[in-house]
């Protein structure tokens, strides 16, 4: 990455020394810290930390990513591998901890009164071998999106099943098109081949009863009927309710068709709330979300666990400041403002009893138990091998849907391949 770190020396050694009020002079210290760029996260980055700058006199310079989870991970890992102290903070997705953790600080010290406020569960995800290798400052579960307006027009019910949405997307879809709107699809969601479609299907597959790809025992599972069942359906919406070009779409794509008013439904995370009720969105105050459709009755809804966090590097020259700043991105007010900017899900279990959030972003006390149950990737039972795993299943998952090979051979091939991968242990 050529984001102008040659110049950290230069800057570093022109930081202002500063008078506290005791009268001590204060080393003002330029952080740097690496963070994606899905939604709004990277305009409101600089208000979110400005609270935490004027405390300490500090300097934050973010160094933006791509949106791709995957793409940012194999960024990040050159970094770390190299041991760089260019990058003092980095953002980090829920998925890595196991991957990372040997690159961070163990935070649990610094963090000793923070961590009793947080959702156990979410603090134990960042936990490998009893270190804290990262902050959460968000939780994520996805939604489906769907218009109300749309919806009544055309008298369809909120689907509860992946066939009432199928019905539902086609017959809005008809009538839209037939009344000229030429671009108008029924259903968007994330179908590239990255981290965003091994959600996507993990939560088809599990919604269908087909298991977690890898159970938390270990177990390969992906290979079965109803895992198969839940891709050819899925393989029967591309080009039909949801364009083709969907097979290359991630949040953001999927994001600029519905909030510009072409989709019926959409499956996204709760950043695309704020975002959709902004005044420049085409579809503000006409929508609402629930939950995942199912396959049949007496399956349950899945929603995959997303989340970020904060690490701190263990190469980074800056550390006591990093941990600082960690802490703040990760505490109440950080988040408090992350949650009304944002629509993100704050990890502080107050805030979800806090009335402004109540207020103006009301699908966050809505998403408590969404998060609370959401499916984890199997990135705790298969360890470092967590991102072959994922990007073997979206490969064979991307496969399937672009029509190369049944559901059903993709998916014996992806266990003859995870069972190697794994060989006598994960
Ligand atoms: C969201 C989730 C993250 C996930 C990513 C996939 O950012 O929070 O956990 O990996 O989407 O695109």
Not at 216 to 228: L, Q, R
Request: a negative charge; aromatic letters at 10%; glycine letters at 8%.
């Amino acid at each position: 990455m050529a984001i102008g770190f040659k110049n950290r020396a230069l800057r570093s050694a022109g930081v202002v020394a500063l008078i506290s009020a005791f009268g001590t002079p204060l080393l003002a210290e330029e952080i740097f810290i690496v963070s994606g760029a899905t939604g709004s996260d990277l305009q409101d980055f600089p208000a979110i930390v400005k609270p935490w700058e004027d405390k300490t006199g500090n300097k934050v310079t973010v160094v933006p990513m791509p949106s791709s989870t995957s793409d940012q991970f194999g960024q990040y890992r050159l970094w770390l591998a190299a041991g760089s102290s260019d990058i003092d903070l980095y953002q980090t997705d829920v998925i890595w901890a196991p991957q990372l953790a040997e690159h961070f600080v163990d935070l649990s010290e610094a963090a000793k009164d923070l961590i009793p406020t947080e959702f156990p569960s979410i603090i134990q995800s960042q936990t490998v071998n009893g270190k804290l290798v990262a902050l959460p400052i968000f939780t994520d579960a996805p939604a489906l999106y769907y218009r109300k307006d749309l919806l009544e027009k055309y008298g369809v019910e909120v689907p509860k099943t992946w066939d009432e949405l199928t019905a539902a997307a086609q017959k809005i879809q008809d009538g839209e098109r037939a009344a000229g709107s030429a671009d108008f699809w029924g259903f968007v969601w994330q179908g590239n081949a990255y981290e965003g479609l091994t959600c996507n299907a993990l939560e088809w597959i599990k919604s269908f009863g087909g298991g977690q790809i890898v159970e938390p025992d270990g177990t390969i599972s992906v290979n079965n009927e109803k895992a198969a069942k839940a891709l050819e359906t899925v393989k029967g919406w591309v080009g039909t309710i949801s364009p083709e070009g969907v097979l290359a779409y991630q949040e953001e794509e999927a994001r600029g068709v519905w909030q510009t008013g072409n989709a019926a439904f959409m499956r996204n995370w709760p950043y695309a709330y704020a975002l959709g009720n902004s005044d420049d969105s085409a579809v503000k105050g006409k929508f609402d979300v629930t939950t995942l459709p199912i396959g049949a009755e007496g399956d349950s809804s899945a929603a995959t666990l997303g989340g970020w966090n904060i690490a701190v590097s263990k190469y980074s020259k800056h550390q006591d400041a990093a941990i600082s700043l960690a802490l703040y991105l990760g505490g109440p007010e950080a988040q408090k403002m992350r949650a009304l900017m944002e629509t993100h899900l704050p990890t502080i279990q107050a805030l979800y009893d806090d009335a402004d959030i109540a207020a103006k972003a009301p699908i966050i006390p809505q998403w408590k138990n969404v998060f609370l149950n959401a499916v984890p990737r199997p990135s705790a039972p298969t360890l470092g091998k967590y991102n072959e795993v994922s990007s073997k299943f979206w490969s064979a998952v991307h496969e399937t849907l672009a029509g190369n090979g049944s559901a059903a051979d993709n998916l014996a091939g992806l266990e003859a391949d995870l069972t190697d991968l794994k060989g006598e242990a994960w």
